[in-house]
């Protein structure tokens, strides 16, 4: 299936049959706010159609459902950094709780690793993607930036999550189906990273640069001017895990239970991830206070 044009001046046919003409230019609530991309409205089947023998596309991302975005909403450009994160920690004392699951000859949980110290790399730069921070911290962090800003910031919901990641494509990742071309595109698990990490799965066959978390905003962004939505760390989203999209609502909002739940939803792969799971259906599913130098995550607000 031929992929969309991923440059910024662009036309995006939407599910509602809306075009973008172009990809709007970001704004920024506050001076050290992440920039934000407005969402427009549109429609699109969320999840996969998994035909015989795809076993892997039944875990969670199917059946597929027609899912209604009404109203257009902001997102975060890129997803949230080691220096922003820094600011909210500073600012309130917050704590973070230590341990997080970094590589060490395997993935275990290391007692000292810490999004000060996420491991992989040692040293992050600003301008990294922040990692080691579970679902709670995330939802800390927002609720600050709320107060700080003026305005209500959120996680996205999935299928908000989904329809941003696909923005107007139907392919398995947003420049088109091959794992293979992601280079461009993603900081996912291939040659750089194999260089370095021995993990036993597949991985992309080209070169992005980068063995494990990179800056935000190095790659080519999706259609609406999304940067990472593939790969680099996995980003946290509003929902609760279903294991299947029966049942999910069709009109965008989150997927919640009654009493709240363990598990929540995580979106588009890391820089360690298989290229089976770097796709934007995939679904992942984790405990809400759980660290990993793969977890991030990216802010949401309605306009």
Not at 165 to 187: E, I, K, V
Not at 198 to 219: E, H, L, R
Request: aromatic fraction near 12%.
């Amino acid at each position: 299936m031929k992929a969309i044009s991923l440059t910024l001046c662009v036309s995006v046919v939407l599910g509602s049959g809306m075009v973008r003409a172009q990809a709007p230019a970001p704004i920024k609530d506050c001076p050290t706010c992440p920039e934000l991309i407005a969402i427009p409205p549109g429609d699109f089947l969320m999840g996969t159609d998994p035909g015989p023998g795809d076993a892997d596309m039944m875990r969670g991302e199917g059946p597929q459902v027609k899912v209604k975005i009404a109203r257009g909403f902001l997102m975060g450009r890129t997803e949230v950094t080691h220096g922003q994160f820094a600011e909210f920690v500073k600012e309130t004392n917050y704590q973070v709780k230590l341990g997080c699951r970094v590589w060490d000859n395997e993935f275990v949980e290391k007692p000292d690793a810490s999004w000060q110290n996420p491991y992989q790399p040692r040293n992050p730069s600003p301008n990294d993607a922040v990692a080691c921070v579970s679902w709670l911290d995330a939802k800390a962090y927002l609720a600050w930036l709320s107060k700080k800003a003026g305005k209500t910031y959120r996680l996205p919901t999935e299928s908000e999550w989904e329809y941003a990641a696909r923005a107007g494509s139907t392919t398995l990742r947003f420049w088109g189906d091959s794992p293979d071309d992601a280079c461009d595109f993603a900081n996912t698990f291939d040659i750089s990273s194999k260089e370095k990490y021995p993990f036993p799965w597949t991985f992309a066959a080209c070169k992005d640069g980068y063995a494990d978390v990179a800056p935000v905003g190095k790659f080519k962004p999706n259609a609406f001017g999304l940067h990472d939505m593939i790969g680099n760390v996995w980003e946290w989203v509003e929902d609760c895990y279903a294991g299947s999209h029966q049942g999910r609502p069709k009109d965008g909002r989150a997927w919640v239970w009654d009493g709240g739940c363990e598990n929540r939803g995580t979106r588009g792969g890391g820089w360690n991830s298989a290229p089976e799971r770097n796709r934007i259906a995939w679904p992942g599913r984790d405990p809400i206070e759980r660290h990993a130098v793969y977890f991030g995550f990216r802010i949401a607000r309605d306009q």
